[in-house]
């Protein structure tokens, strides 16, 4: 390809997650914690520009994982476990150094850095006791960070399978409030359960197509 010619690229990933750190009312931290793995689909546009570098800007859609932590803490006014829905709205510009640029085979690294929208959906806590309470949603935005590594093989003329791995730094998430059902009525028991420090790993597949 030269150094003047774009590029569009689709994308499919699988995304496994580390346990996060998850606070509730800035004091209480939750144990137990888990992200249940999940799938991204996305596109983006990238010029080649020249020497081996490249860069592009991507959107990727995370679909919804479930997120859960346990709240051991017995002079919390409703412990138990949380379990709420996390997806994603993901934006990175990212750069990549192609080590055979124009090859049929052509390994990579990248960096990326842009932004994340976490949407948290609605979600519920069981308590040891019986009790039960409900989880708002909220939206929430943060800074996201990429490292890549993989591969590109050329299947025809201006078309390539991109396949690789992406470590993603997606910052924080937020719930809006728990609500407890203590049987005389609903009590807001803690305003927002945050996940904190999200960390995926995907392993990433796509095509790109070149354009002039």
Wanted: glycine share 12%; net charge negative; aromatic share 12%.
């Amino acid at each position: 390809s030269s150094p003047s010619s774009w590029y569009l690229r689709v994308d499919g990933a699988h995304a496994r997650h580390d346990d996060p750190i998850m606070v509730e009312d800035h004091i209480y931290d939750l144990v137990d914690t888990d992200i249940s793995n999940t799938w991204s689909v996305g596109a983006g546009v990238g010029r080649y520009l020249g020497n081996g570098f490249r860069f592009d800007v991507t959107y990727d859609y995370r679909l919804e994982a479930d997120a859960q932590g346990t709240l051991h803490n017995h002079a919390a006014t409703l412990d138990g476990t949380r379990a709420f829905g996390l997806k994603s709205h993901l934006m990175l510009a990212n750069l990549y150094y192609d080590f055979n640029a124009g090859g049929r085979f052509s390994p990579y690294l990248g960096v990326g850095l842009g932004w994340v929208r976490h949407v948290t959906t609605t979600g519920s806590v069981v308590d040891t006791c019986g009790c039960t309470g409900s989880i708002a949603g909220d939206t929430t935005d943060s800074v996201a960070a990429a490292i890549m590594a993989g591969f590109n093989i050329k299947l025809r003329d201006r078309l390539s399978l991109d396949a690789g791995y992406r470590f993603l730094y997606l910052g924080d998430a937020a719930t809006g409030p728990v609500t407890g059902d203590f049987g005389g009525g609903l009590v807001e028991v803690s305003e927002d359960p945050t996940v904190e420090n999200i960390h995926a790993h995907e392993f990433r597949f796509g095509l790109r197509y070149d354009i002039n």
